[in-house]
């Protein structure tokens, strides 16, 4: 359950902003103020990052064999970081007065007004609702406060991709893994209310920000649904086999933004040494994710990497291993629905998709692919 250091907190009448001096909206008598002018005041760019050399010259070689031209297309984007688009995920337990509008009315769109995976209605109704918009813009983050829900959190959009494969239900169990920072959590609670939603991280420093986050974004009445643990996600699967109708690995990666921008050479050398190591990591998750799961469920691995070592290969390689599972496949409808926004990449075996940024569809690496528990 959660700490006893979480404090209680509140619904909160007004928007704070707080950016640069500016607080872009105020509160009156439980009324919002908010302004498409003062909105559009605090569009803020990344700053600048020192790239690694190391790092680049390795994803060079690795990356142009396996996506071809594809590569050197994610590569100029990857390389600008300037170009890079956030989404802005509302959350549906805060005031959200005004701010769809001012949004909407600053170019920002709902990426999610198509169709459900799983869904047969092609008007299915997607409670999770998540903001982008055509430039590199990037509103401001929101302060934490007690007493008090953050309407948004940013994010790339494409790591949302996980989470509507997962197609939580109400009232299901659901097993994050891998949760921190809680950006997958807190949209699982975007698109349904859950029996029990499990958030584990293993690492301390994470955990307390995975912590953070569901402090900042959940509501007092449906914090006792949540259960957040320090735990060794490997072992999950054997103490608690079968709990959960759906589980998510979002497995440690060798993500490739952050790898790109290591502080210095010996350690961006260093990781690379360990990066041949994740792939073991990954698939000891991936079991245990279904061991934990129930026959019937629907495990879901995704990671922010373009490594087919990561990605197809983990997948490839459990269901050879483990019994009783099945590849499913995301409906194509669902990956067309998204195709305006974000690039899959063309994966042969198709075991999975990958999402890879390319310009003006700035979006991921997010690699997902989900699995069925036959027995």
């Not at 909160?12 to 302004?35: A, D, E, P, R, V």
């Not at 509008?101 to 170019?107: D, H, I, K, V």
């Not at 007493?147 to 239900?169: I, R, T």
């Not at 007092?220 to 490997?234: A, E, I, K, M």
Request: glycine share 6%.
């Amino acid at each position: 359950m959660f700490s006893p250091k979480l404090f209680c907190m509140s619904g909160s009448s007004f928007l704070f902003l707080k950016s640069i001096k500016c607080i872009l909206s105020s509160s009156c008598h439980g009324q919002n103020t908010i302004s498409n002018t003062q909105l559009a005041a605090q569009y803020i760019s990344k700053p600048q990052k020192q790239l690694c050399e190391t790092v680049l010259k390795y994803f060079d070689r690795q990356y142009s064999e396996e996506l071809g031209e594809q590569w050197w297309n994610a590569r100029d984007v990857l390389l600008n970081p300037l170009s890079w688009q956030y989404g802005v995920l509302l959350n549906r337990f805060s005031d959200l007065t005004n701010l769809k509008q001012c949004l909407a009315e600053l170019g920002y769109t709902n990426l999610l007004q198509q169709t459900h995976p799983e869904s047969h209605s092609q008007t299915a109704d997607i409670p999770l609702q998540c903001f982008i918009h055509p430039d590199p813009v990037r509103i401001p983050t929101q302060s934490h406060h007690t007493g008090w829900l953050k309407q948004y959190y940013l994010l790339n959009a494409a790591s949302l991709l996980p989470v509507l494969a997962l197609n939580v239900q109400e009232g299901e169990n659901v097993l994050d893994l891998c949760a921190a920072p809680g950006g997958k959590s807190l949209a699982i609670l975007q698109t349904a209310t859950p029996g029990l939603l499990h958030c584990n991280e293993v690492d301390q420093h994470r955990h307390d920000w995975l912590l953070k986050t569901l402090e900042s974004y959940v509501p007092p009445s449906l914090r006792h649904l949540l259960s957040v643990t320090l735990q060794d996600g490997r072992s999950i699967g054997t103490m608690q086999p079968g709990a959960y109708d759906k589980v998510l690995v979002d497995a440690p990666c060798s993500n490739d933004r952050s790898w790109l921008y290591t502080p210095d050479t010996h350690r961006g050398e260093m990781w690379l040494k360990e990066r041949t190591q994740l792939p073991l990591l990954q698939k000891e998750l991936l079991c245990s994710a279904l061991a934990a799961v129930r026959p019937g469920g629907i495990v879901v691995y995704s990671t922010c990497t373009m490594s087919r070592a990561e990605n197809q290969s983990v997948v490839e390689e459990v269901l050879a291993s483990y019994p009783g599972v099945e590849l499913q496949e995301l409906e194509q409808q669902f990956i067309d629905s998204l195709s305006d926004h974000f690039c899959f990449a063309h994966l042969h075996p198709s075991v999975g998709q990958l999402v890879i940024p390319q310009k003006g569809k700035t979006w991921g690496p997010m690699y997902v692919s989900q699995l069925k528990k036959i027995y």
